[in-house]
Nanobody, 121 residues
Framework: QVQLVESGGGLVQPGGSLRLSCAAS????????VNWYRQAPGKQREFVAS???????NYADSVKGRFAISRDNAKNTVYLQMNSLKPEDTTVYYC???????????????WGQGTQVTVSS
């Protein structure tokens, strides 16, 4: 059974930093592209960043220059380093990942349960 587990959220003051983690647990063949999204109550889900297995990163304009996505393929974990945080970054952050369970299986998309980030003084 494969699970994506996010961690690292919390309360931080404006201008502060947090590092989110998205770890894939269970037996998997490959962890491919991983995405970070965020969604506030009553609002549409917003793309934040993505990273391919080879390390190519992509960012939403709203976080460029402040957030950095990285991965450790040996640990099947992706990180989102968030710097210069603003109150408008407050919301729940989710990761999704394209995962191939075995060499013979097709890739599927999995989602984590989300982690709350609150930026407030």
């Amino acid at each position: 059974q494969v699970q994506l587990v996010e961690s690292g959220g919390g309360l931080v003051q404006p201008g502060g930093s947090l590092r989110l983690s998205c770890a894939a647990s269970g037996s998997i063949f490959s962890l491919n592209t991983v995405n970070w999204y965020r969604q506030a109550p009553g609002k549409q889900r917003e793309f934040v960043a993505s990273i391919t297995r080879s390390g190519t990163a992509n960012y939403a304009d709203s976080v460029k220059g402040r957030f950095a996505i990285s991965r450790d393929n040996a640990k099947n974990t992706v990180y989102l380093q968030m710097n210069s945080l603003k109150p408008e970054d407050t919301t729940v952050y989710y990761c999704s990942a394209n995962i191939r369970l075995t060499i013979l299986s097709r890739s599927q998309e999995y989602w984590g349960q989300g982690t709350q980030v609150t930026v407030s003084s």
